[in-house]
Nanobody, 127 residues
Framework: QVQLVESGGGLVQAGGSLRLSCAAS????????MGWFRQAPGKEREFVAA????????YYADSVKGRFTISRDNAKPPGYLQMNSLKPEDTAVYFC????????????????????WGQGTQVTVSS
């Protein structure tokens, strides 16, 4: 079993930055792909970003491309989500998740294919 814990969320003004962390326990996840997803009130969960567990290829939703950066922490996997130029529409609960069964953008964007999830961290961006 793997337990994931997100941290780093909070309240920030539009244009500001936050860095979300995802920490794992219970089993090493250094070879797992990591994904970040978010869910805003009244909306479905959506893919934000993912990083491959094998070659560190990264994938982003169009809505965050150029503003968010996903990275792996080789010392303390899985890693981080750096969020810059935040907008009010980025307000949501952010979840990290890991999986190792699949490779590629098609699979990384599908939350149902991730094996383990964190509890989420709230990000609120004020205008």
């Amino acid at each position: 079993q793997v337990q994931l814990v997100e941290s780093g969320g909070g309240l920030v003004q539009a244009g500001g930055s936050l860095r979300l962390s995802c920490a794992a326990s219970g089993r090493t996840v250094s070879s797992y792909a990591m994904g970040w997803f978010r869910q805003a009130p009244g909306k479905e969960r959506e893919f934000v970003a993912a990083i491959s567990g094998s070659d560190n290829s990264t994938y982003y939703a169009d809505s965050v491309k150029g503003r968010f950066t996903i990275s792996r922490d080789n010392a303390k996997p899985p890693g981080y989500l750096q969020m810059n130029s935040l907008k009010p529409e980025d307000t949501a609960v952010y979840f990290c998740a890991v999986q190792r069964a699949y490779y590629g953008a098609y699979y990384y964007t599908r939350g149902s294919l991730y094996n383990y999830w964190g509890q989420g961290t709230q990000v609120t961006v004020s205008s």
